[in-house]
T-cell receptor, first 111, second 116 residues
Framework: GQQVMQIPQYQHVQEGEDFTTYCNSS?????IQWYKQRPGGHPVFLIQ?????EVKKQKRLTFQFGEAKKNSSLHITATQTTDVGTYFC???????????FGQGTELSVKP | DAGVIQSPRHEVTEMGQEVTLRCKPI?????LFWYRQTMMRGLELLIY????????DSGMPEDRFSAKMPNASFSTLKIQPSEPRDSAVYFC??????????????FGAGSRLTVL
């Protein structure tokens, strides 16, 4: 079925360490989005990547879209306790706008 | 902007009862999505609408689930009869659909459903 694989499922880091989550698709994607969900909260849009090889930065967050547009990554430099939450990638599989979410990576940060 | 408004925020009901979840999307948004979130299955897309028309309901678990969008400012997700396995957080999200088909979703706070 239509799905995107996201790894790892969980990541526990010490504050100040880096963190990376990956999304992989078997099919070429038109674009990919990233969302963050804080514990007990709802997903909040972070960014959308459209171009092959695109790299975007938001402060300590770096988002990449693979050259083949089949994978993407989110990297956080020097994690802080405010980074705690679950990070989801989301992809569209048709022009109708059907948005499918990856399984998410739950990040915990130990102070 | 009040954002996407969902009600109720919490619902506890008994098996067999009818449950109706409500959503008011952001004004001007023309796409609306219903997702279900559980620990086991993550965020599952149940159904989505474009311009009030259901486009894809392949994620609806079974006939016990139904969704409607009678106008641009209101949608309901109904479960009848409810079962314990329906316990989950149900999110409504809306978007202004662009030419590329890409939707940037704004989620509501969710409705946490517990079926005893």
């Amino acid at each position: 079925g239509q799905q995107v694989m996201q790894i790892p499922q969980y990541q526990h880091v010490q504050e100040g360490e880096d963190f990376t989550t990956y999304c992989n698709s078997s099919t070429t994607l038109s674009n990919i989005q990233w969302y963050k969900q804080r514990p007990g909260g709802h997903p909040v849009f972070l960014i959308q990547l459209v171009k092959s090889g695109e790299v975007k930065k938001q402060k300590r967050l770096t988002f990449q879209f693979g050259e083949a547009k089949k994978n993407s990554s989110l990297h956080i430099t020097a994690t802080q306790t405010t980074d705690v939450g679950t990070y989801f990638c989301a992809v569209i599989y048709n022009q109708g706008g059907k948005l499918i979410f990856g399984q998410g990576t739950e990040l915990s940060v130990k102070p | 902007d009040a954002g996407v408004i969902q009600s109720p925020r919490h619902e506890v009901t008994e098996m067999g009862q009818e449950v109706t979840l409500r959503c008011k999307p952001i004004s001007g948004h023309n796409s609306l999505f219903w997702y279900r979130q559980t620990m086991m299955r993550g965020l599952e897309l149940l159904i989505y609408f474009n311009n009030n028309v259901p486009i894809d309901d392949s994620g609806m678990p079974e006939d016990r689930f139904s969704a409607k969008m009678p106008n641009a400012s209101f949608s309901t997700l109904k479960i009848q009869p409810s079962e314990p396995r329906d316990s989950a957080v149900y999110f409504c999200a809306s978007a202004r659909r662009g030419f590329s088909g890409a939707n940037v979703l704004t989620f509501g706070a969710g409705s946490r459903l517990t079926v005893l």
